[in-house]
């Protein structure tokens, strides 16, 4: 079992920190340098802990459980147009990043007020993607609740913030609701805001522990950090790519930002233990811009 840490602090030395990672067998899931401040997710050992706290100790940083790491998120707004776009939502990414979230920005296609506003079965399929939904809508409760057709079939944990207090059986299909979150026209810096998204993050990590529960008792067949890993020694083509994560890990999967076309095959033949991938997952193409979605078998999938 592994422990999702985050390690904030400064960049010298942090090589130390990394190679320590390694030798106690665990894996780097993202990092990230802001000027001279280091952004670090880890999953170590659960028995090593301790060794990362006294290296962190010494580095002069800081070290801190992080439940969301490992995880991918998204962020749901019913379009990205200024004029309905929530201001909430880019704050609620900024800040769930700060506890280890990899998270995507996603906008539907018509969201031009509850009389228009839709979903489609492709916008549905790429939010199921993900680990857990989050709906950032507006202000007006019956706005929210009139949305349901939105969310109530999504096949994954989803969340819904907006302004006001609405009880969840209101929400049909959700599975948590977090009021103060609305259309906000400024940052989100105030004392009740600051406590929403604290709100919010509890509630994140709930679900997060709830799924892993689940998944511990028909796991897959191997962890998903280590295919992570071997799919960047196996796979040079990760190098080349520039954007965020370039192999994202998920509870039971990986995104794999590769196009689907040209790199699958050698996806499909990385080699896990004395298997290959294509024997212990299912290669998709996924709908977030052609990349390579992994979904891990699990024992019990494999006697079926």
Excluded: W
């Amino acid at each position: 079992m592994y422990e999702t840490l985050t390690f904030t602090g400064g960049i010298h030395k942090s090589e130390e920190l990394k190679e320590l990672i390694e030798d106690l067998g665990g894996f780097v899931l993202q990092s990230n340098i802001l000027q001279m401040e280091l952004v670090l997710n880890m999953a170590v050992p659960i028995d090593d802990v301790k060794i990362i706290e006294d290296k962190a100790n010494e580095l002069l940083g800081e070290l801190s459980v992080a439940p969301m790491a490992g995880s991918e998120i998204a962020i749901v707004s019913p379009t990205l147009a200024r004029h309905h776009l929530p201001h909430a939502a880019c704050d609620i990414s900024e800040y769930l990043r700060r506890y280890g979230a990899k998270d995507n920005m996603i906008g539907l296609a018509r969201g031009h007020g509850k009389g228009t506003a839709g979903i489609s079965e492709t916008e549905k399929a790429l939010i199921e993607e993900h680990d857990i939904a989050i709906f950032a809508l507006g202000s007006f409760k019956q706005c929210i609740v009139d949305k349901a057709y939105l969310y109530n079939d999504i096949d994954i944990p989803v969340i819904v913030t907006g302004a006001p207090e609405i009880d969840l059986e209101e929400l049909p299909g959700v599975d948590a609701y977090v009021p103060g979150l609305g259309r906000i026209p400024r940052r989100l810096k105030r004392g009740e805001n600051i406590r929403a998204l604290k709100h919010l993050v509890q509630t994140i990590e709930d679900l997060l522990e709830k799924r892993k529960k689940e998944l511990a008792q028909d796991p897959p067949i191997v962890p998903s950090i280590l295919v992570k890993n071997e799919i960047e020694n196996q796979v040079p083509a990760i190098e080349g790519v520039f954007s965020p994560t370039p192999v994202t890990s998920q509870l039971s999967g990986l995104r794999v930002k590769l196009d689907y076309d040209n790199y699958h095959e050698e996806i499909e033949n990385v080699v896990i233990g004395e298997q290959k991938l294509k024997d212990i997952a299912n290669i998709k193409k996924s709908h977030f811009y052609d990349y390579i979605l992994v979904e891990l078998l699990t024992e019990s999938s494999l006697v079926d």
